[in-house]
Structures are given as structure tokens and as C-alpha cells.
């Protein structure tokens, strides 16, 4: 199901012919897990609506290749994967959030901040009117992740309710920017 590969292909009368396939990687541990195969196929029907034809697409192919094998060794939690690989792939399609300061005043951070998951943007305890609270540490793991080299972004750290925040808080914006549903992720929630 979710075999990576690298394909010999040719073209064919206006079509395309396989003519070799030699499997790299093929995730079989994921196999183990329900849950973990379902997020997987979250991942997968996220890349199918995002990521761009006939373009370059090797940033999305590394983020889903990190995430599927970080999720298939349980080397990261399930939650810091999933909410990296939903701001990622929606900043690479250019949904970053703006996340850099109150976009009313300007301010950097405080304890708490609000988090507008219709458009991305953050706001201060004194201009934050509507959005999600959230402690000012899931602000600095949403910057961490949409701002650090893509190399490092699933190194940090957050304590359960924190990382249960910002789990949530990644799922929301996700499902506001592209306005639909995602059978993949009921199925994951149902588990």
C-alpha cells in the first residue's frame, strides 16, 4: 500500500507504460497498527489533494517519506507527526500561517495567544477576539515547524496537553484552509 519506488516508465501512444519497478522502501511495520496506517492514509489523500502536477514535487516526497518512516518506527509521537506533517504540507502549497507576531499590534508573544484557524493568523491576549487559546509554547512549536530547516522540524518537544493543543489546533487549520473533510481522518479518530 505504501511502497516507495523507483519506477523505469515510457511513453506510449499519449500514454504511459510501466516497464520496471524496483520497491526502495515499502513501510511494511506499518502494517502492525490500524491507527498508524489510517494517519498514513491521511498523509497520502493530503498529498493527493496538495501537492502539485507536473511540477517538482521532491520537498512533499521527503515530507511523507520522513513522516511515514518516523510513524513506522515510533521514533516521534503520533501527534508531533501528524501536526508536522499538516502545517509542512500546507505551507509548502502556500498556506503558511502567519505566525511571526499579533497581527493587530505587532507583539511577539504572550502567555497565551489566539490562534485564527479561518486564516492562520495569530493575535495577542489584548487583540485576540475570536480563535483558538493557546499557551504561547504551541505558538513556539507552530513557528518552530512552518520557520526551521526542513531537516529538523520533528525535533521538539511538548508536554501531553500542550501536544494534544496543538494536534488540534493543526487538524483545524488544515480542514478551514481546504474546506472539506477527510474520510482518512474520521477513520483515524474513530480508532
Given at each position: 500500500l505504501f511502497a516507495f519506488s523507483d519506477l523505469g516508465i515510457k511513453e506510449s501512444r499519449g500514454s504511459y507504460i510501466i516497464e520496471a519497478a524496483k520497491p526502495k522502501e515499502v513501510f511494511f511495520n506499518l502494517r502492525n497498527d490500524v491507527k498508524k496506517i489510517a494517519l498514513a492514509q491521511y498523509f497520502a489523500e493530503l498529498c493527493e489533494t496538495l501537492a502539485p502536477e507536473k511540477e517538482n514535487t521532491e520537498e512533499y516526497l521527503k515530507l511523507i517519506l520522513n513522516s511515514l518512516m518516523l510513524l513506522m518506527n515510533d521514533k516521534r509521537d503520533e501527534k508531533i507527526i501528524k501536526s508536522v506533517f499538516e502545517l509542512s504540507i500546507l505551507s509548502l502549497s502556500g498556506y503558511m500561517p502567519n505566525i511571526i507576531a499579533c497581527d493587530e499590534c505587532g507583539k511577539y508573544e504572550d502567555e497565551f495567544m489566539f490562534f485564527d484557524t479561518s486564516?492562520?493568523?495569530?493575535?495577542?491576549?489584548?487583540?485576540?477576539?475570536?480563535?483558538?487559546?493557546?499557551?504561547v509554547s504551541v505558538i513556539s512549536a507552530v513557528r518552530y515547524i512552518v520557520l526551521s530547516d526542513r531537516q529538523k522540524i520533528f525535533n521538539f518537544n511538548l508536554n501531553e496537553t500542550n501536544l494534544n493543543t496543538l494536534s488540534d489546533l493543526t487538524e483545524k487549520y488544515t480542514l478551514s484552509v481546504l474546506q472539506r473533510r477527510f474520510k482518512t481522518l474520521d477513520f483515524y479518530h474513530v480508532l
Open positions: 486564516n492562520g493568523n495569530i493575535f495577542c491576549e489584548n487583540c485576540g477576539k475570536f480563535g483558538m487559546k493557546v499557551p
